[in-house]
């Protein structure tokens, strides 16, 4: 809806009423814009956070999953992981098949680490060198770390 208002010297309407009256059904379209601004940036930061994690797939019966994922809480780097379970539950089971589907990976074991940034999977070997890394970086940028 638009109002059009001719502009003379003889109207008794004050340049504030005038624009309460333009704006007045505009209320709504504002409080929609803010809303689904404050919404947007929440999402955004979000993803910020998710992407700076790993993934970590493991089983509660495995031992040496229980051997990294102590490793990563004795060394602080908890805050780094989002630790999924993949022998009782199913919702975390089929994530790990679904991710792996995606980026093209026939056969998976855990303990699995999987970087959300590079969309890339970790195993054996090559998991020890990326947490020792972030140890590193850790250390680097002065967040507390304790050795095991």
Excluded at 114 to 136: G, H
Aim: net charge positive.
């Amino acid at each position: 809806m638009h109002y059009i208002m001719t502009l003379t010297s003889d109207n008794n309407i004050s340049n504030e009423q005038m624009i309460m009256i333009m704006f007045k059904n505009f209320k709504f379209p504002w409080v929609s814009l803010i809303g689904f601004l404050l919404m947007l940036f929440v999402a955004l930061s979000l993803v910020r956070n998710d992407r700076n994690s790993y993934r970590f797939y493991y089983s509660q019966e495995c031992p040496s999953c229980a051997v990294y994922v102590a490793f990563i809480e004795s060394n602080n780097l908890k805050h780094r992981f989002i630790f999924r379970e993949v022998s009782q539950n199913y919702e975390n089971f089929r994530e790990l098949i679904e991710t792996a589907r995606i980026v093209k990976m026939d056969s998976i074991k855990v303990p699995i680490m999987f970087s959300v940034r590079t969309r890339k999977f970790y195993k054996d070997q090559e998991m020890s060198r990326v947490l020792l890394k972030l140890i590193k970086e850790q250390s680097k940028n002065g967040r507390k770390h304790y050795e095991s």
